[in-house]
């Protein structure tokens, strides 16, 4: 618990890489979230336009067996018309396929779709944005990315403890240690100390009860 800095991880892939420049990018432009709390408040609205990325799930899922395989993920972002090598395809689809069945399901799809729009963002100015359908999508994954920049204190493109303990520390709240911990664990994926902007959208799909299963399950 010493170190304050926390163990910075190297990226596994040139697109991990990719992500961690765009979000160091980003944190030196600074965020317009102010706390933890005004993050929590957005919760629904982030929750209702994310669910509303169903109807493009299922448009690409072509044999509808609630899982996108590499092929379609080829197809789907032909369609959207982002450019992408078939080695970034390659390491989209492992870094997003977070169980590994070789699938990726509706809550790893929003994730994935939120790293393009990220990595494409300078490149393209993401022009599949008007092609996908759905308002305020563009808002949201700015949201989430403004989200993890405010709890990257030092700017390096990883969440570690102690920046969780921190942001949750200034929102008032009374338990914040246990809190902060609780929280950090639920994105710390890996278990190695730090969180990537990745392992951020994963948790937050459980946060606001995005399931795999569907809109059924409401147990959140």
């Known amino acids: 618990m010493g170190g304050v800095v926390g163990k910075s991880e190297s990226p596994e892939t040139k697109l991990e890489a990719k992500m961690v420049e765009a979000m160091q990018h980003r944190a030196s432009k600074g965020t317009t979230i102010k706390s933890f709390n005004s993050i929590i408040l957005k919760f629904p609205k982030i929750d209702h336009t994310l669910r509303k990325c169903k109807a493009i799930f299922e448009q690409f899922d072509e044999d509808s067996n609630g899982a996108i395989d590499h092929e379609e993920l080829k197809k789907c972002l032909h369609k959207l018309q982002v450019c992408f090598t078939e080695e970034e395809i390659e390491d989209l689809f492992k870094a997003c396929d977070m169980n590994e069945d070789m699938g990726i399901k509706f809550n790893e799809f929003i994730v994935l779709l939120c790293l393009v729009?990220?990595?494409?963002d300078n490149a393209t100015e993401f022009e599949a944005k008007s092609r996908m359908g759905v308002p305020n999508l563009e808002a949201t994954f700015e949201t989430l990315a403004d989200a993890f920049v405010l709890l990257d204190k030092n700017k390096d493109g990883y969440v570690s403890k102690n920046e969780m303990v921190q942001a949750i520390n200034e929102s008032g709240e009374r338990s914040s240690g246990p809190i902060a911990t609780k929280r950090?664990?639920?994105?710390?994926?890996?278990?190695?100390?730090?969180?990537?902007?990745?392992?951020?959208?994963?948790?937050?799909?459980?946060?606001?009860?995005?399931?795999?299963?569907?809109d059924d399950d409401e147990h959140h």
Do not use: C, P, Q, R
């Not at 729009?117 to 494409?120: A, E, G, H, T």
């Not at 994926?189 to 799909?205: I, R």
């Open 184 to 214: 950090f664990d639920e994105m710390d994926w890996d278990k190695n100390g730090s969180v990537s902007f990745k392992e951020f959208l994963f948790a937050f799909t459980t946060w606001v009860g995005i399931e795999e299963v569907g």
């Open 117 to 120: 729009y990220l990595l494409k």
